[in-house]
């Protein structure tokens, strides 16, 4: 199988990717494929080796490689190097303390008509209905009350 992405680094680069598999403050991944991208150059000075001994040599997956080729053609070594950024923001709501507050205050007060007592099922419709959060699951609203000690018995 022909390699998809042939990678020549220039002499910079590639003293770059040997200075950081020589030093104590490099990352694991950062060596892992600054290792990759030295064993896969093809250029003069590269051993030029193939995808799968470069993946058994350094405990990685082809399709690893194959990526960080790519990137290294169509963005550079130092995007190569660096983690791509997240799609979306890991995490929008945020529960803090003023969530907790509100929460704890409304488990306290008076069941709603026709329930005897409090249900984390009825506690979670009531604080989308009351907008506290937009939307919330069950179990952060078990959670934050078992942290604040909060018995719905």
């Not at 990352?27 to 093809?42: E, G, P, Q, Y």
């Not at 509100?102 to 989308?128: D, F, H, I, N």
Request: net charge positive.
């Amino acid at each position: 199988m022909t390699p998809r992405y042939r990678i020549k680094l220039t002499a910079q680069e590639r003293c770059e990717l040997e200075r950081l598999t020589k030093t104590d403050k490099t990352s694991a991944r950062k060596f892992v494929i600054a290792r990759a991208l030295l064993l896969c150059d093809t250029g003069d000075d590269g051993p030029a080796w193939k995808v799968a001994d470069v993946a058994d040599a350094l405990g990685i997956t082809t399709r690893s490689i194959e990526h960080f080729k790519r990137r290294v053609a169509q963005q550079g070594v130092e995007a190569a190097l660096e983690r791509k950024p997240q799609r979306k923001p890991s995490r929008e709501i945020i529960f803090d303390g003023a969530f907790a507050a509100r929460l704890t205050t409304l488990a306290c007060s008076q069941a709603p008509a026709g329930y005897a007592r409090w249900t984390v099922r009825l506690l979670a419709e009531k604080v989308v209905e009351l907008k506290i959060a937009p939307s919330v699951s069950t179990m952060t609203i078990q959670r934050t009350l078992k942290k604040t000690n909060c018995s719905l018995t």
